[in-house]
T-cell receptor, first 115, second 114 residues
Framework: NAGVTQTPKFRVLKTGQSMTLLCAQD?????MYWYRQDPGMGLRLIHY???????AKGEVPDGYNVSRLKKQNFLLGLESAAPSQTSVYFC??????????????FGEGSRLTVL | GQQVMQIPQYQHVQEGEDFTTYCNSSTTLSNIQWYKQRPGGHPVFLIQ?????EVKKQKRLTFQFGEAKKNSSLHITATQTTDVGTYFC??????????????FGTGTRLTIIP
């Protein structure tokens, strides 16, 4: 049981390049999330999805796009990378428990450097 | 928007000493979750608190949810080197539009002096 898998784990981009981070979960979770983590800033929510075909903005959505065409996958895209997007990106998924979000299961993270 | 603050940001303790981190929300929370992130690792779920005034224990860890459901604390008794890491609290982002979003606190980084 793989849980939450992120690819790639490391990537170096030049300013202006585009890329896509892939998150896959095999737990049949309804909710999926993309967070970024910067030193001293904690985890900040970029975008999230409550089900296949639906996405919503989080705290810091600018410069990112997402898609959830299949329930098990959540893609995070950077159309034109900027140095400010250098960060560690975490994908997470969870069940819905009643009206609340259940525990989040995180992937191992993707470290992105934009030069 | 909702803000979740944690104090202290850093804590250095001698092995065997106790440790406490505090979490404060600008809004009332329906529930609060706690996570631990080891250095170089990813956050791992510890516990969820739902009821006002709730207290839960996991071995040496004690979690509390405030009566007003706007604050929470994590207390570790007799710290060990395995407790090293950053502890985050997280609360639902929006009480009006559903609780799907989790807003994370800024975290408290715990280091242990052997």
């Amino acid at each position: 049981n793989a849980g939450v898998t992120q690819t790639p784990k490391f990537r170096v981009l030049k300013t202006g390049q585009s890329m896509t981070l892939l998150c896959a979960q095999d737990m049949n979770h309804e909710y999926m999330y993309w967070y970024r983590q910067d030193p001293g800033m904690g985890l900040r929510l970029i975008h999230y999805s409550v089900g296949e075909g639906t996405t919503a903005k989080g705290e810091v959505p600018d410069g990112y796009n997402v898609s959830r065409l299949k329930k098990q996958n959540f893609l995070l895209g950077l159309e034109s990378a900027a140095p400010s997007q250098t960060s560690v990106y975490f994908c997470a998924s969870s069940f819905r428990t009643g009206t609340n979000t259940g525990e989040l299961f995180f992937g191992e993270g993707s470290r992105l450097t934009v030069l | 928007g909702q803000q979740v603050m944690q104090i202290p940001q850093y804590q250095h303790v001698q092995e065997g000493e106790d440790f406490t981190t505090y979490c404060n929300s600008s809004t009332t929370l329906s529930n609060i979750q706690w996570y631990k992130q080891r250095p170089g690792g990813h956050p791992v779920f510890l516990i969820q608190l739902v009821k006002s005034g709730e207290v839960k224990k996991q071995k040496r860890l004690t979690f509390q949810f405030g009566e007003a459901k706007k604050n929470s604390s994590l207390h570790i008794t007799a710290t060990q080197t395995t407790d090293v890491g950053t502890y985050f609290c997280a609360g639902p982002g929006d009480m009006l539009f559903g609780n799907e979003k989790l807003t994370f606190g800024t975290g408290t980084r715990l280091t242990i002096i052997p």
